[in-house]
Nanobody, 117 residues
Framework: QVQLVESGGGLVQAGGSLRLSCAASGRTSSINAMSWYRQAPGKQRELVARINNARRTNYTDSVKGRFTISRDKAKNIVYLQMEKQKPEETAVYYC???????????WGQGTQVTVSS
């Protein structure tokens, strides 16, 4: 099993920056990729950014050029650096890991990000 703990959420003004962290523990050797998702009230959960074991990254179009996902494999931490944030990006942000072992995904509990106008 893998456990995930997100941190770094909070209140930020529009145009500001915030960095989220997700620390994984447990059977981390089987992790194939780590991702950040977000879910705003009344909206579906959407993929924000993903990074695989080769450090290949993918971003949803709306955050390209402003958000950066990175990963410290040694410490089993994935980060999401968010720049020039917009009020519509207020959401609960979730960390997800993709496991090669048993093809299982694990989710963190989420961290609230509020962007004020």
């Amino acid at each position: 099993q893998v456990q995930l703990v997100e941190s770094g959420g909070g209140l930020v003004q529009a145009g500001g920056s915030l960095r989220l962290s997700c620390a994984a523990s447990g059977r981390t050797s089987s992790i194939n990729a780590m991702s950040w998702y977000r879910q705003a009230p009344g909206k579906q959960r959407e993929l924000v950014a993903r990074i695989n074991n080769a450090r290949r990254t993918n971003y949803t179009d709306s955050v390209k050029g402003r958000f950066t996902i990175s990963r410290d494999k040694a410490k089993n931490i994935v980060y999401l650096q968010m720049e020039k944030q917009k009020p519509e990006e207020t959401a609960v942000y979730y960390c997800k890991v993709e496991m090669g072992f048993r093809s299982t995904d694990y989710w963190g509990q989420g961290t609230q990000v509020t962007v004020s106008s």
